[in-house]
């Protein structure tokens, strides 16, 4: 069996067959991070605002709203600007939500990611058969299960 070493090199961790592998394994990661964008990348909603960004580790994601009174809830270990953007963006929509507009199946503009734009739609058709439940005065766990046995009846038509 072959033995792995793991070290940290300049704060970086690195892995590889021998000590020389893993620093150099730990400096292939340092040399890539500087090399990406540490720029934060905004995503303004409708009520809130979402924030992009990387640290040394992965990139991440937390989402404001105005006024800000506690320290916002961060999300991380995300592979790449995009992956976070996408997460940021999906949780966004789905808080900033409008049931009562003209057009509630129709993503925010910031969710551009077509599967994101669809799972939109249909957690939309849930919330829509959700709340028709709750009008009918049944508990929050009875409406939940409606909701997932009817959610197909408050899809919009593609």
């Excluded at 070290?7 to 961790?13: F, H, R, T, W």
């Excluded at 995009?82 to 199946?105: G, K, S, T, V």
């Amino acid at each position: 069996m072959a033995t792995t070493i793991t070290l940290k090199y300049c704060g970086m961790e690195g892995t590889g067959p021998t000590v020389k592998a893993a620093k150099q394994d730990a400096a292939s990661k340092i040399e890539r991070l500087l090399a990406e964008s540490w720029e934060p990348t905004y995503i303004q909603g409708r009520t809130l605002i979402g924030m992009v960004w990387r640290d040394q580790f992965a990139w991440a994601y937390c989402i404001l709203e105005a006024p800000i009174t506690e320290r916002p809830c961060q999300h991380y270990n995300y592979d790449t600007r995009e992956d976070a953007y996408r997460a940021c963006a999906r949780h966004m929509a789905q808080n900033e939500i409008d049931l009562d507009a003209a057009d509630p199946y129709t993503a925010p503009d910031y969710v551009k990611n077509p599967i994101d734009r669809r799972s939109y739609a249909d957690y939309v058709a849930w919330q829509l058969a959700a709340r028709t439940a709750l009008r009918q005065g049944v508990s929050n766990q009875d409406a939940h299960q409606w909701a997932c046995e009817h959610e197909t009846e408050y899809r919009r038509a593609s």
